[in-house]
């Protein structure tokens, strides 16, 4: 029996091994990404002094006259006073030079908080090192199609692992020990058994974690069944309208806006401004729960443009079970859930697992001369 679950987690490691690795190693170079990035470009988020902060809408004065055709669509604002406010600009549509459309594209000005100075900017949908891995982990580059190679990898990987418990579990208690360190003092091909056997059981739960939050982003049925496990249904509170005669009042300026919001989420760690787009739509003030564990849950904060009289207040703890389970499937997929201790565990979990399809396709050739050698005396 046991030699059919060896075929099985064999053959099927084979098939999977090099999208396994695959996905633990851009996994492993993602996890720290924003760290990174930050301190790459320290001068683009952080500033050396405070002083007395300049009004928001002076800030946005200054990025209309470096972008004169360009529209603001967001400011956000961080509670840590060594962090630049981050204003979001969008093109106004038009043509390019051949005819060309353009539009759409949003660049990100980062700007001193105390001076106006514009630090640095960015251009999120630029290609960068990041945004490759995160591609190719994703989709493996290949959009819809490597979404749903990824999704059936899972239930083969799932096979795996479940093949892999099976093959480790001792017949003897006395060769548990055995099991669960690896001989150090042993030859090369046991020093390689053992990184596959016994690193493979220590990560086992940690990749069963992985392998669970993924599901959501390849098949729809698994955010379906984030609703059902948590007995509620898909949905969101209705969007509010400003409700004061148009025209009669002048919008409430950015500074406004951002006051009410540190009024109403005063423990934010930031507060990111939407001004509305339509004449009847609120301005609104978004927030990271502090009432999560991680920072992919949202508070909203619906005001009348005009007025600045609070429309709605929506809290990530009223949200529908199903949508606040689901906003935390990417901390616990990335390790962002505890801070840097679960990001340094995901780390070296995804970069020990990517060692997995390495060591066992050298278990199988090892395997492989050894029968061969033996078929060779025997005749």
């Not at 640095?120 to 960068?128: D, R, V």
């Not at 059981?201 to 392998?211: E, G, M, N, W």
Request: net charge positive.
């Amino acid at each position: 029996m046991k030699n059919i679950w060896r075929n099985i987690h064999l053959w099927l490691g084979l098939a999977a091994g090099l999208i396994f690795f695959t996905e633990c190693l851009s996994g492993t170079l993602l996890v720290f990404e924003d760290e990174i990035t930050e301190a790459l470009h320290a001068s683009r988020y952080q500033v050396n002094q405070v002083s007395q902060a300049i009004p928001l809408d002076s800030l946005a004065n200054t990025v209309r006259m470096k972008m004169p055709k360009g529209k603001i669509s967001t400011i956000k604002v961080y509670s840590n006073p060594y962090r630049t406010v981050e204003i979001n600009v969008k093109e106004k549509k038009g043509k390019e030079k051949g005819g060309g459309k353009r539009g759409g594209k949003g660049i990100i000005l980062f700007l001193n908080p105390y001076t106006a100075e514009i630090t640095g900017q960015l251009n999120p949908a630029a290609p960068t090192f990041f945004s490759f891995m995160l591609d190719l982990h994703q989709s493996l580059l290949t959009g819809k199609v490597g979404k749903t190679i990824l999704g059936i990898s899972t239930f083969v990987v799932l096979i795996i692992l479940i093949t892999g418990m099976v093959l480790w579990f001792p017949k003897k208690r006395k060769q548990l020990k055995a099991r669960l360190k690896v001989k150090t003092d042993g030859s090369w091909k046991r020093i390689n058994h053992d990184l596959h056997v016994v690193l493979g059981f220590y990560c086992s739960f940690f990749i069963l974690i992985l392998l669970v939050t993924s599901l959501s982003w390849s098949f729809k049925w698994a955010n379906t069944a984030l609703y059902t496990i948590t007995g509620s249904k898909p949905g969101f509170p209705e969007k509010v309208k400003s409700l004061s005669p148009q025209g009669s009042v002048k919008t409430i300026s950015y500074q406004q806006a951002l006051e009410a919001g540190r009024k109403q989420f005063s423990k934010a760690p930031y507060w990111s401004i939407s001004m509305p787009k339509q004449a009847d739509e609120p301005i609104t003030i978004t927030s990271a729960s502090t009432d999560a564990l991680h920072r992919n849950g949202f508070d909203n904060l619906s005001l009348d443009q005009r007025t600045g009289a609070i429309l709605q207040v929506s809290l990530l703890k009223d949200m529908p079970g199903g949508w606040q389970l689901r906003r935390y499937m990417k901390p616990v997929h990335t390790g962002a859930i505890g801070g840097i201790p679960t990001k340094l565990m995901a780390f070296f979990v995804s970069l020990i697992s990517a060692t997995f399809p390495v060591t066992g396709t050298i278990l199988w050739l090892n395997r492989m001369r050894k029968k061969k050698k033996t078929v060779q005396l025997a005749k």
